[in-house]
């Protein structure tokens, strides 16, 4: 699946023009960077350097705003636990400290250098270091950069600033030692390539090819759907699977997808970007799967550790896929459920462009005839009640339920809205002959 690791760098170009992002604008007047700024300047009233840190500074630079501000800092975990009198320990053992400051929490953590990684997510120790050394311990040139909020200096010892202007994700340092040591850095490069239209340069790229199989057990798949849904919003979320497959970790993840042809994933995520915005995550990675079954589809939300929500819309979404049944009974059921709207929407997307349109229309027609018996089943009043079919001799029971299924099936099968009508025909029903045997 390394096809193409030849060229230079892949870029990050979908079906469709990506947003141009503009460079080095910045952008001021955010209440939570006016409040981190008087934590820096505490911070170095009391003698200690301190920045805002990482993936702030590359919005900033960027012109994206942003609240999710960190700060680093020579100032050890004690020293800024003195400083300040509102904080969680929650990080420490790594430097960190939460700094509550007039109703916001920022991340203080001390500059450090990690030593020694075993487990390929986390270091075994660290030690107190330089602001140059911190920057080189973490993951990609745009995350390590610094930024003083004090003299609005920016502080790059890693080629950040000129990445960025080349829109590239570069590992800081040699790529094989960073993915070493963090095996989860493979899959956030690609996130970052997906969110920004970046490019990813040759020796990332290969280095991920190289390191995709020890992916696991080092990084839990808890981890790995959250950076998945983190993706999922982003336009180029298509050309990210495609590449993740090229290089690799897709068929890691999914081992069921280990033989499939490059151009078959293009194809199974190619209409992503016609996908409602709404789309839930998991029903992009359906798509993946063409030829899954229900018992499946449980078996892949247990695997990706998705939430019963998810796993609820996937089985309900494939119900709708394969019902080839014209029963308006069904049908009436399918589109009283909340979610009906947007599974459409979905399979739509999977149409042919030019088959679109009658797709959407036919469901639309459909569900405007059937309108009175789906406000019926939402609102949860049949026109046969259990005590109608009391006051017609019928006990309390298994064949009481079975009565009311069938009488809702004939309400709506014959156009039924009359208590009457739907009475008459049940009668003449076997299940009503067996229930006043």
């Keep these: 699946m390394n096809e193409g690791l030849e060229n230079d760098c892949f870029v990050f170009r979908p079906y469709f023009a990506l947003p141009h992002f503009p460079k080095f604008r910045y952008y001021k ?48 975990p004690d020293q800024i636990l003195q400083l300040f009198p509102k904080t969680f320990h929650v990080g420490i053992a790594f430097g960190v400290v939460v700094v509550c400051h007039d109703g916001h929490q920022f991340e203080v953590a001390t500059f450090r250098k990690d030593i020694g990684y075993e487990d390929g997510r986390k270091p075994t120790s660290i030690e107190p270091s330089t602001a140059e050394e911190d920057a080189k311990r973490r ?135 016609d996908m409602p915005k709404e789309t839930l995550t998991i029903a992009y990675f359906l798509q993946l799967f063409p030829d899954i079954d229900q018992e499946g589809i449980k078996d892949l939300c247990r695997y990706l550790r998705t939430s019963n929500r998810d796993q609820k819309f996937a089985q309900f979404f494939h119900h709708i896929k394969t019902l080839e049944s014209p029963d308006t009974h069904a049908w009436s059921h399918i589109y009283a459920h909340p979610d009906s709207e947007l599974c459409i929407k979905i399979l739509a997307a999977s149409e042919p462009a030019e088959t679109r349109s009658e797709y959407l229309a ?30 017609e001799g019928i006990k309390p029971g298994k064949l009481m339920g079975e009565l009311l299924k069938e009488s809702e099936r004939i309400a709506i099968l014959y156009e039924f809205h009359e208590k009457h009508e739907v009475l008459d025909k049940l009668k003449e029903s076997q299940l009503w002959k067996d229930a006043h045997e």
């Excluded at 934590?39 to 840190?53: E, N, Q, R, S, T």
């Excluded at 956030?188 to 990813?200: P, S, T, Y």
């Design 139 to 273: 993951d990609f040139t745009i995350n390590g950069m610094f930024y003083d909020p004090l003299d609005e200096s920016i502080h790059d010892f890693v080629g950040g600033r000129e990445d960025l202007s080349r829109e590239i994700i570069r590992t800081i340092g040699d790529p094989f030692e960073r993915f070493f040591e963090d095996r989860l850095r493979m899959i956030r490069a690609l996130r970052f390539a997906c969110r920004f239209g970046f490019h990813i340069d040759t020796e990332t790229q290969q280095a991920i090819a190289d390191h995709a199989d020890t992916l696991f057990p080092a990084v839990s798949m808890e981890r790995i759907w959250q950076e998945f849904s983190k993706m999922a919003a982003y336009p180029a979320f298509d050309y990210t699977l495609v590449e993740m497959h090229r290089l690799g970790l897709l068929s890691v993840i999914f081992p069921g997808l280990k033989g499939v042809h490059l151009d078959d994933i293009k194809h199974r995520v190619s209409h992503f970007h």
């Design 29 to 76: 007047g955010m209440d939570a960077q006016e409040i981190a700024k008087d934590i820096v300047k505490k911070l170095v009233d009391a003698g200690h350097i301190a920045y805002f840190a990482g993936g702030w500074v590359r919005d900033f630079l960027m012109g994206h705003p942003s609240d999710d501000i960190d700060i680093a800092t020579d100032a050890s």
């Design 362 to 391: 036919a469901h639309q027609q459909r569900h405007a005839g059937l309108a009175p018996h789906i406000k019926r089943i939402i609102d949860q009043v049949p026109v046969v009640t259990s005590e109608d079919l009391k006051n």
